[in-house]
């Protein structure tokens, strides 16, 4: 079996093994499925070959002294002209100051890295002196762990495949294999480590992205078909009377998107069904007020509710606005990490008692000191923070009781039927009426200027200002670095008169909480902060979202980042600083500055799909695979969910013996499935 220990591979002894561990394999199955992340190849291309903004290899000699500038903090630039052929090519290093020694005037080199059609030049991310080997194979990049050289872990890899020859099983059945042209498994997973050309690495991809989707794809509506037809949820019998009038002292009325929203998850208490739904609207369209009444439907049954929140200020601003809301009507306690001593044994004792109708707290809520009376209705905000073992364990603190996962990340209905398959989703695409949307301005090129005296006009109004540094994934030591020059500048130019913060991800919990708060209660002007800047958070007085580098966010994550703004009566602004090279990049922008809609934006991102991460999958809640990608692959998902539907529809596992195979591994998943088998 693939399941044996990676210890039992030829060559790999304890310590290696524990650094394999710390990679997350643990077996030979593992160890066979550790895919590169990329796959480079050096080869050397005529520049009439190249294609603009992509990774290139070219070889040329240096005709100019290599010149070296220092910027910044310690952030240094290397160029020189590279003649290829008859063209004379820019070649530029960033903080590879040390090349300077080993480049010279005269010298044949190869470099590798992103070609600039337009300016002729390339930024040099790897260079070789001397000419290149021709016809360099393709290179597979592994993510590496300090104990695991590449070439240790090539040679593991191969000397497990030898070992486990034969025994690599092919999961999809003939008919599905034939009908996509999926090369066999064995022989794609050879090609995924050892690709013999860009094709058969193409074709290879194919296999394991349609197999992991429609395995994943199998594992949700399997779970959803149980989740439907379990009839051990408790069936809430609400009284209509109590709701109506709650819902009369509101100082609002719902929304239609509201309204059918409530209705849905309504309909999910009282019935014996557990209810496990997704309910998904922009900042603002008014959840947590759906919710609310969710919750309160849940008291009048005669049980009590809990609130799941991922950080203690956001705890502390729910947790106030429903005891304003609940008056008169229910208890609501507060929980959360920093609730000590006799006050906590207090709380606990009166949730255990059932003197507390609604608790309201972070994960502290799942610590098994927490006992409820009749947990019935349980509300789980910015889902994705959560990790699925919290959320379950929450889940089992009630009998069976319902639960509500919130979201405020739009994503387009299709995606997010296929993303979250296990869940039924409810959406609400409409704001309350009077809202005013934040002004949105997209800022090219140096106007520095005229952006901080638009921010000190807000300020003299009394308003608060948000400013954004970005997040360059490679280093988030580069990001604080950023940061922190960001704040150095502000402080100088506003200081003292006007106060700045700073917020980045190096900070303590108890730290960034600490700035956080201080921006709340407007001691704080400005906060200047990398985008660790807490989802979800409440300052109706800050009117000012400044984004430098905005076209390195994705469209998502900048409209995420707009909606700190635009919560109070104020008009809002919201600053992108952008420079984008691509017509993607200007594309983002543009939708940016025209629509204020978080599901237009999100239909939007689907379609322009450009290279990266739009979505921002950690803050999105999509699920992330191994070797699909939801955005990019998005067919082969599609795909993958028609076809597990249908599986699962004609109970084809069960039926059809050439399905044998996948029903095993599908079902090997007792992690996920545990609730199904049982
Ligand atoms: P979300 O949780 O989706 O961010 P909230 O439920 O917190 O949104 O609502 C945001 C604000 O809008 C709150 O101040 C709330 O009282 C108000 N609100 C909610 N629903 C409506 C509505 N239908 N009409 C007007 N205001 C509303
Ligand atoms: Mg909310």
């Not at 199998?218 to 379990?230: A, F, G, V």
């Not at 849905?264 to 008014?286: A, C, F, T, W």
């Not at 009117?543 to 469209?555: E, K, N, S």
């Not at 009566?569 to 090279?581: E, R, T």
Request: hydrophobic share 40%; aromatic share 8%.
């Amino acid at each position: 079996m693939l399941q044996r220990s990676i210890s039992e591979v030829k060559g790999i002894g304890e310590k290696l093994q524990s650094h394999l561990n710390e990679l997350g394999l643990f077996t030979v199955e593992d160890l066979l499925f550790y895919f590169p992340h990329r796959y480079d190849s050096y080869e050397v291309k005529p520049l009439t070959e190249l294609t603009h903004n992509e990774k290139a290899t070219i070889e040329g000699e240096i005709v100019s002294e290599p010149a070296l500038s220092y910027y910044g903090r310690k952030k240094s630039r290397l160029s020189f002209t590279l003649q290829v052929d008859q063209f004379a090519v820019k070649a530029v290093l960033f903080n590879r100051a040390f090349a300077k020694k080993q480049l010279q005037q005269g010298d044949t080199v190869t470099v590798t890295g992103k070609w600039d059609q337009q300016r002729l030049q390339i930024t040099v991310s790897q260079f070789k002196k001397g000419e290149s080997k021709s016809q360099d194979p393709i290179q597979p990049v592994y993510t590496l762990k300090e104990g695991v050289p590449l070439n240790t872990l090539k040679k593991v890899i191969r000397t497990a495949f030898e070992e486990s020859a034969g025994e690599i099983v092919d999961i999809l059945p003939e008919s599905l294999a034939l009908a996509y042209k999926l090369p066999d498994r064995q022989k794609a997973l050879y090609q995924m480590h050892y690709p013999d050309s860009r094709v058969m690495l193409k074709h290879a991809k194919r296999r394991f992205i349609y197999e992991e989707f429609l395995v994943f794809q199998l594992k949700m509506q399997l779970l959803r078909k149980h989740h439907r037809e379990s009839t051990t949820g408790q069936v809430q019998s609400y009284n209509n009377d109590k709701l109506t009038s709650f819902v009369q002292s509101m100082p609002f009325e719902l929304t239609n998107a509201q309204k059918k929203s409530l209705a849905e998850i309504l309909k999910d208490m009282k019935s014996p069904h557990r209810m496990n739904r997704l309910l998904q609207g922009d900042v603002g369209s008014g959840k947590t007020a759906v919710a609310a009444i969710g919750l309160y439907a849940s008291i009048t049954a005669g049980y009590q509710g809990a609130l799941m929140v991922p950080t203690e200020i956001l705890a502390e601003q729910h947790f106030q606005s429903l005891k304003t809301m609940f008056e008169g009507r229910a208890e609501v306690a507060l929980l959360t990490g920093s609730i000590k001593g006799k006050r906590r044994r207090e709380i606990l004792a009166a949730v255990e008692q059932n003197e507390i109708d609604i608790l309201v707290g972070t994960h502290a809520l799942i610590q098994d000191e927490v006992i409820f009376d009749s947990l019935g209705f349980v509300i789980v905000d910015e889902q994705h923070r959560f990790g699925v073992e919290q959320r379950r364990a929450l889940r089992d603190k009630g009998l069976a009781p319902d639960v509500l996962f919130m979201t405020a990340t739009p994503i387009p209905r299709t995606l997010a039927i296929t993303a979250f398959g296990d869940m039924d989703v409810s959406v609400i695409d409409e704001m309350p009426a009077g809202r005013k949307p934040v002004d949105t301005y997209w800022v090219k090129g140096d106007m520095t200027s005229r952006v901080l005296s638009f921010i000190q006009k807000e300020i003299d109004k009394g308003h608060q200002a948000y400013v954004i540094c970005p997040l360059i994934e490679e280093s988030d030591q580069l990001d604080i670095q950023n940061a922190i020059e960001v704040y150095d500048q502000l402080s100088a130019v506003f200081e003292p008169n006007i106060s700045v913060g700073l917020m980045h991800g190096r900070l303590h919990n108890d730290e960034k909480e600490e700035v956080m708060q201080q921006f709340a209660e407007n001691n704080l002007n400005i906060l200047v902060s990398t985008t660790v800047v807490e989802v979800g958070v409440n300052v109706p007085n800050a009117t000012v979202m400044v984004i430098y580098d905005a076209q390195r966010f994705g469209l998502s994550q900048l409209h995420q980042l707009r909606g700190r703004v635009g919560r109070g009566a104020d008009q809002s602004y919201c600053i992108l600083l952008g420079d984008p090279k691509g017509d993607v990049g200007k594309e983002r922008m543009r939708i940016m500055t025209e629509t204020n809609d978080g599901f237009e934006l999100s239909e939007q991102d689907l379609k322009l799909r450009g290279p990266g991460d739009f979505f921002g999958k950690k803050q999105s809640g999509l699920p992330e695979f191994k070797v699909g990608d939801m955005v990019h692959d998005y067919r082969a998902l599609e795909t993958a969910r028609k076809d597990a539907a249908e599986i699962i529809g004609e109970n084809t596992l069960e039926k059809d013996e050439s399905y044998q195979a996948l029903k095993d591994y599908v079902y090997s998943d007792r992690h996920l499935l545990g609730n199904v088998l049982d």
